[in-house]
T-cell receptor, first 115, second 117 residues
Framework: SQTIHQWPATLVQPVGSPLSLECTVEGTSNPNLYWYRQAAGRGLQLLFY??????ISSEVPQNLSASRPQDRQFILSSKKLLLSDSGFYLC??????????????FGDGTRLSIL | AQKITQTQPGMFVQEKEAVTLDCTYD???????LFWYKQPSSGEMIFLIYQGSYDQQNATEGRYSLNFQKARKSANLVISASQLGDSAMYFC??????????????FGSGTRLQVQP
């Protein structure tokens, strides 16, 4: 069966420090991958999505970036964190080329606090 | 304009009763899908139920059912026989059709459901 792993679960970082959040999926090939951010008490906002290795699409301009160095690995990065980057970050995957009824499956999330 | 609107920030329900969580959507795409997710306090997003725009019947999944009214662009989630473990945030989401791999979800702002004993 497919599983998604996301780490770390929680992270406290100072303003201006770099960031790297990692997400890996097991049990599937060439998944569609997504990074979302959820502000406290709010819905999810799509940040990036990827349909294949090295293919990244950005939804919202910001100081974050994403990379997909391997088929089932998706990384969210920043060179210099801002206070506004605080939030709950969720990685998700979906089977490619399937019907529109395929849901996205989410990792457990990373709670990021910027001090 | 909001694509997904959840007008109930919070809802209370007595244990064993049914509850309806509202969701309206806005799209001009004839092909779309509607999803409901549950987010407990631990944070993970749990997929509950799906309704396709061309589906003739309302979706059901155990105690969850979706009251899909296409002309009104609403897709309300009905939870029957509420349990204490149903207390969580509930999000309605939509994926619009088309080609390409985006297939990302647009989420509503959520409804916090509290089940009371």
């Amino acid at each position: 069966s497919q599983t998604i792993h996301q780490w770390p679960a929680t992270l406290v970082q100072p303003v201006g420090s770099p960031l790297s959040l990692e997400c890996t999926v097991e049990g599937t090939s060439n998944p569609n991958l997504y990074w979302y951010r959820q502000a406290a008490g709010r819905g999810l906002q799509l940040l990036f999505y990827s349909v294949g290795i090295g293919q990244i699409s950005s939804e919202v301009p910001q100081n974050l970036s994403a990379s997909r160095p391997q088929d089932r690995q998706f990384i969210l990065s920043s060179k210099k964190l801002l206070l506004s980057d605080s939030g709950f970050y969720l990685c998700a995957w979906r089977e490619p080329g399937r019907g529109s009824n395929q849901p996205q499956h989410f990792g457990d999330g990373t709670r990021l606090s910027i001090l | 304009a909001q694509k997904i609107t959840q007008t109930q920030p919070g809802m209370f329900v007595q244990e064993k009763e049914a509850v309806t969580l509202d969701c309206t959507y806005d799209t001009s795409d004839p092909s779309y899908g509607l999803f409901w997710y549950k987010q407990p306090s631990s944070g993970e997003m749990i997929f509950l139920i799906y309704q396709g725009s061309y589906d003739q019947q309302n979706a059901t999944e155990g105690r969850y059912s979706l009251n899909f009214q296409k002309a009104r662009k609403s897709a309300n989630l009905v939870i029957s026989a509420s349990q204490l473990g149903d207390s969580a945030m509930y999000f309605c989401a939509m994926r619009e059709g088309g080609t390409g791999g985006r297939r990302a979800l647009t989420f509503g702002s959520g409804t916090r459901l509290q089940v009371q004993p």
